[in-house]
């Protein structure tokens, strides 16, 4: 149970060191509990992943039913369960209702923005913080503690050192460098005694093992003339260490080296993990999902004539494109050649993974500060004062809004923690 809002004349300085998400959910219920809030970042504004990733419409979170939502968190379901049933989808949506900002259910359950931006949304959360008294220092960049215990900045104006009663680290993962999260922070952390788990690509794409001896990756002619096309539709089938099949149906997008995309990213964390145990992994797609293999085999058989191959087949299945150059890439003549295989295949397409793309290049990480860790507030208690909330904390999750929705939920969470933290201490170390 949250503790009363400290009276102003004891309200904390808070220092919280990250402007996404997390950070300035943290900065705002901290702004809301008495706090005086400031909010340092490395980039120039705040926010910067968080606009890159409403480009294509900013997916805010997902409207199935909760326990649905949960399971997505898969190991670290236990430990976000009460964030983010303090900060739930819902409570998300009526927050940005709150700003001005109408939010819809598309078809696939995922919640957007009712103009599908990302900008206007910022723009009315940070006019509401600074309403609130926040302060914003940018081209700040964290470089951990001094030796006086002083948190310890590099900005514009050269080497710059600040103290606060706590602070909030919301640094976070290790993706998407240039936007400010570099994993940096590890290190320090370590040094000062935090447990954290390795920092690892999540929602990433992944490298093919080699289709033909002394090869490294896709054929020339598939690279040159189809990377970068979404194959569509199809369903990606995926058996995991304990024997459990997982499938799902829509759409990736062959790179150059291998292939990415939503349903990719789908599969990312089982993919990665039996890639690190194993070697490689092997996922089996359905090129034709909407049809039974029955139908399937049907077509196979059915005689063509004088017709080519790629012409019956896409007569008869609606095979072209990248999924027609596909099979000639992985399939050898004798199985383009004989029915039932090729029915049997075209079902379900054997894909040897061998790598997952460099971390940088992940949409997220997984790995981080691990929750066992922390207090029950979010505090290192190696650290006292130090809270941490964000993608820098151990847990992953699919796109689809998941992230976004810990992201907050783990912000407010750490905020209200700085409160009741606060609350907590006796006057005279105050």
Not at 125 to 146: C, I
Not at 179 to 190: E, H, I, T
Not at 221 to 226: C, E, V
């Amino acid at each position: 149970m949250s503790t009363p809002t400290p009276s102003p004349a004891k309200a904390p300085h808070v220092i919280v060191i990250g402007g996404g998400p997390a950070g300035l959910m943290a900065a705002e219920t901290l702004a809301a509990g008495g706090a005086q809030v400031d909010v340092y970042d490395a980039m120039p504004s705040v926010g910067r992943k968080f606009l890159l990733a409403g480009k294509g419409g900013l997916n805010l979170t997902h409207a199935e039913p909760l326990d649905y939502f949960l399971g997505r968190y898969a190991e670290r379901r236990e430990a976000l369960t009460p964030l983010i049933n303090d900060f739930n989808p819902q409570a998300l949506r009526d927050w940005a209702q709150a700003l001005g900002i109408e939010t819809f259910v598309g078809t696939s359950n995922r919640v957007f923005p009712k103009d599908l931006k990302a900008a206007p949304l910022l723009r009315a959360w940070l006019h509401r913080l600074r309403e609130a008294g926040v302060r914003f220092h940018m081209r700040h960049r964290w470089q951990g503690w001094a030796d006086d215990g002083s948190l310890l900045f590099t900005s514009p104006q050269g080497e710059v050192r600040q103290s606060a009663d706590a602070t909030v680290l919301a640094l976070g993962g290790a993706s998407w460098a240039r936007l400010g999260s570099d994993g940096a922070w590890v290190p320090w952390l370590q040094a000062r005694g935090a447990e954290i788990a390795p920092l690892k690509p999540s929602n990433c794409g992944f490298d093919v093992a080699p289709t033909a001896p002394g090869r490294t990756g896709w054929s020339e002619h598939l690279r040159d003339r189809f990377a970068g096309h979404p194959i569509k539709p199809v369903a990606m089938s995926f058996t995991d260490a304990q024997a459990q099949t997982h499938r799902q149906q829509g759409e990736f997008v062959l790179t150059f080296s291998g292939i990415e995309g939503s349903l990719v990213y789908t599969f990312s964390a089982r993919i990665r993990d039996a890639i690190e145990t194993q070697g490689s992994a092997t996922v089996h797609l359905d090129l034709l999902p909407s049809h039974t293999p029955e139908q399937v085999l049907t077509e196979t058989k059915r005689p063509r004539g004088t017709r080519s191959l790629s012409t019956h087949l896409k007569s008869c299945l609606g095979i072209q494109g990248v999924k027609m150059a596909w099979l000639h890439e992985v399939l050898t003549p004798a199985q383009l050649a004989d029915p039932v295989q090729l029915a049997q295949l075209l079902k379900a397409l054997p894909v040897t993974l061998a790598a997952a793309r460099p971390i940088d290049e992940a949409i997220s990480t997984a790995g981080g500060v691990r929750f066992e860790s922390l207090t029950t507030q979010q505090m290192l208690p190696s650290i006292p004062g130090v809270f941490c909330a964000g993608e820098m904390l151990d847990w992953e999750a699919p796109t689809g809004g998941y992230l976004l929705t810990a992201s907050m939920a783990t912000g407010k969470a750490a905020g209200q923690g700085v409160l009741d933290w606060w609350g907590q201490q006796p006057a005279a170390a105050r």
